[in-house]
């Protein structure tokens, strides 16, 4: 990808992302790679096209979310695969919010892939290193310290908000969510306050769908990303993928992505815990 800033180097190297930043300057740039991995599966590398529409389709659910106040460390797009970002400290619990039996929930309970679930549920695991998740329970996030009560009510407030704007969204694009994961950052302010914001991605990477117009999960490929891309209308029905291969200066001439957020001055966040009278004048 074409770096728009100087002076940027990769800090934090994923799968199919990676971090650039700056010693001095904040916020960070987020990279989409041509990589593909699901949850469960084995990594797949140079699909091309793949980082485009994740990062298309991720701005523009990020941007979505804080449309009905949900914050996100989004903040603009900068060109086809990469976004500016804030720099937050990452909570290593990763969400995994399921609203229909699928993947290891499946396999664990014995439940018939496909079921609809009775209510939403929440599935916590503790991040290691990516990709190295272990299931745990909320008492191990809080006795273990990795997230403290008031962070563990807010973070499920926020993944409940997420999963029935997301379910709406799909359902009226013709789509079903079964699942989704949803990674949390925390941003100190100046005084001492703590914002929660929604971080890394929320993209056909992290989310299974039914199509409704067959009645199967899409597949992780990239003609179902790309398809997914064209139902939220980020992509013209032609497609930027055709048969293996990528047209380049179709996706250099698609709009700019989701700057909304950029230009909104009056995006506030609240944060779950006030400043500090110290030092306040």
């Not at 740039?29 to 599966?41: A, M, N, P």
């Not at 990062?55 to 060109?79: K, Q, V």
Request: neutral net charge; aromatic residues 6%.
């Amino acid at each position: 990808a074409v770096m728009i800033k100087t002076g940027y180097k990769k800090t934090v190297s994923g799968t199919t992302k990676s971090l650039l930043s700056a010693e001095a300057e904040k916020p960070v740039i987020l990279s989409f790679e041509d990589s593909l991995r699901v949850w469960e599966g084995p990594v797949q590398k140079d699909i091309s096209g793949k980082g485009i529409l994740n990062n298309r389709i991720s701005a523009h659910l990020m941007t979505c979310l804080e449309s009905i106040g949900l914050p996100t460390h989004f903040i603009r797009s900068l060109n086809m695969r990469e976004q500016e970002v804030r720099a937050v400290e990452p909570m290593p619990i990763i969400m995994r919010v399921r609203n229909i039996a699928a993947g290891s929930l499946s396999r664990r309970l014995g439940i018939d892939e496909g079921t609809v679930l009775p209510r939403p549920l929440i599935e916590f695991y503790h991040k290691k290193k990516p990709g190295d998740y272990t299931l745990v329970t909320e008492d191990h996030i809080v006795a273990f310290q990795w997230a403290d009560p008031i962070e563990m009510e807010e973070s499920i407030t926020i993944a409940y908000r997420t999963n029935d704007y997301l379910n709406g969204m799909m359902r009226g694009l013709d789509m079903k969510l079964v699942d989704f994961q949803l990674e949390i950052g925390r941003l100190y302010g100046g005084y001492g306050e703590l914002y929660l914001m929604i971080m890394d991605e929320i993209s056909p990477d992290s989310m299974r769908l039914i199509d409704l117009k067959t009645d199967k999960i899409f597949t992780p490929t990239i003609e179902s990303y790309q398809e997914i891309a064209v139902r939220l209308g980020l992509i013209p029905r032609e497609g930027i993928v055709k048969q293996g291969g990528f047209n380049e200066k179709l996706a250099e001439n698609l709009d700019n992505i989701e700057n909304i957020l950029a230009n909104d001055k009056t995006r506030k966040i609240r944060p779950i815990r006030p400043a500090s009278k110290i030092g306040k004048k």
